[in-house]
């Protein structure tokens, strides 16, 4: 499976932002499919989850601000970004995979990942 993310960009402070990562090679709605992100010096962190039992799971920092959606027509998984701050600048990564529950948040767990999309939050 590979993965295509895009989306990122410069984005003011309480703007918004939508990521899109395609896969090829593979149906999306066959895995787990999760965002992470990762800011400069700091380790790869969980951002949000659409699981294959469509469930959707977020981390509590962007809980209300970001909302993980899946077109599987498009065989792309989104992840829309509201009322961005500045702790939210990162590379932004897709991936997919099949962790537990418990699970979601570990990146070792994933199998494919995107080349990842920098999103920056400055005035």
């Known amino acids: 499976v590979q993965l295509q993310a895009s989306g990122g960009g410069l984005v003011q402070p309480g703007g918004s932002l939508r990521l899109s990562c395609a896969a090829s090679g593979g149906a999306f709605s066959a895995y787990t499919n999760t965002w992470f992100r990762q800011a400069p010096e700091k380790e790869r962190e969980f951002v949000a989850s659409?699981?294959?039992?469509?469930?959707?799971h977020y981390a509590d920092s962007v809980k209300g601000r970001f909302s993980i959606f899946r077109d599987n027509a498009k065989n792309t998984v989104y992840l829309q970004m509201n009322s961005l701050k500045p702790e939210d600048t990162a590379v932004y990564y897709c991936?997919?995979?099949?962790?537990?529950?418990?699970?979601?948040?570990?990146?070792?767990?994933?199998?494919?990942w995107g080349q990842g999309t920098l999103v920056t939050v400055s005035s």
């Open positions: 991936t997919v995979g099949r962790p537990i529950l418990s699970a979601i948040s570990n990146p070792t767990l994933y199998y494919y």
């Open positions: 659409f699981r294959q039992t469509g469930t959707k």
